[in-house]
């Protein structure tokens, strides 16, 4: 079946760095997906992108969809201690199925 | 408006037990999605239903594993016998409009199987 590989698994930095973390697929998919988790909560959604290419920005965040529609990657500039959290990324194929990563866990140190 | 309601939020169960977990989407939404969350498997599909109807199940684990919904405001995901593999939280999302990608998540059941 269709699985996604999110990298990396957790991430431990320092408030105020940059984070980068990425998504890759055996499969193509029609949308990309980045959501946040907050503990405690369900996920809520960053960002979509529908188009190969396509470079969108929510604030901070910034997102792209790989041109061979296999990839994305979520980019947080100047993290802030409310980014903690899980970030998952989806793809969505045929059905409408939407397909979630196994998550990438940030911690924002002290 | 509310968003998608769960029900128990926490449930604890020995094995061997029936367990239903309860899920009301937001009004008007077409598709309704189960997830189970663990940490070694992350966020799994189990099942998805528009307007009511099952359309893709090949997420249940096994044949434990069962999902209805009987109306547009309503669905539950019950497992018959439960095992303490099963100890998850199980997320009920629903959407709107799919062409957005976007789906609206409950608060999750917390289940634990003694």
């Known amino acids: 079946g269709q699985q996604l590989n999110q990298s990396p698994q957790s991430m431990f930095i320092q408030e105020g760095e940059d984070v980068s973390m990425n998504c890759t697929s055996s499969?193509?998919?029609?949308?990309w997906l980045w959501y946040k988790q907050d503990p405690g909560e369900g996920p809520v959604l960053l960002i979509a992108?529908?188009?190969?290419?396509e470079l969108t920005s929510n604030g901070r965040l910034t997102a792209q969809f790989g041109i061979t529609r296999k990839d994305s990657f979520l980019n947080i500039s100047a993290s802030i201690p409310s980014d903690v959290g899980i970030y998952f990324c989806a793809g969505q194929g045929m059905h409408d199925k939407i397909i979630f990563g196994k998550g990438t866990r940030l911690h924002i140190l002290p | 408006d509310a968003g998608v309601i769960q029900s128990p939020r926490h449930e604890v169960t020995e094995m061997g037990q029936e367990v239903t977990l309860r899920c009301k989407p937001i009004?008007?939404?077409?598709?309704l999605f189960w997830y189970r969350q663990t940490m070694m498997r992350g966020l799994e599909l189990l099942i998805y239903f528009n307007n009511n109807v099952p359309i893709d199940d090949s997420g249940m684990p096994e044949d434990r594993f069962s999902a209805k919904m009987p109306n547009a405001s309503f669905s539950t995901l019950k497992i018959q016998p439960s095992e303490p593999r099963d100890s998850a939280v199980y997320f009920c999302?629903?959407?709107?409009?799919?062409?957005?990608?976007?789906?609206?998540f409950g608060e999750g059941s917390r289940l634990t199987v003694l």
């Open positions: 992108l529908y188009k190969a290419g």
């Open positions: 009004s008007g939404h077409d598709y």
């Open positions: 999302a629903s959407s709107g409009d799919l062409n957005t990608g976007e789906l609206f």
């Open positions: 499969s193509i998919f029609n949308t």
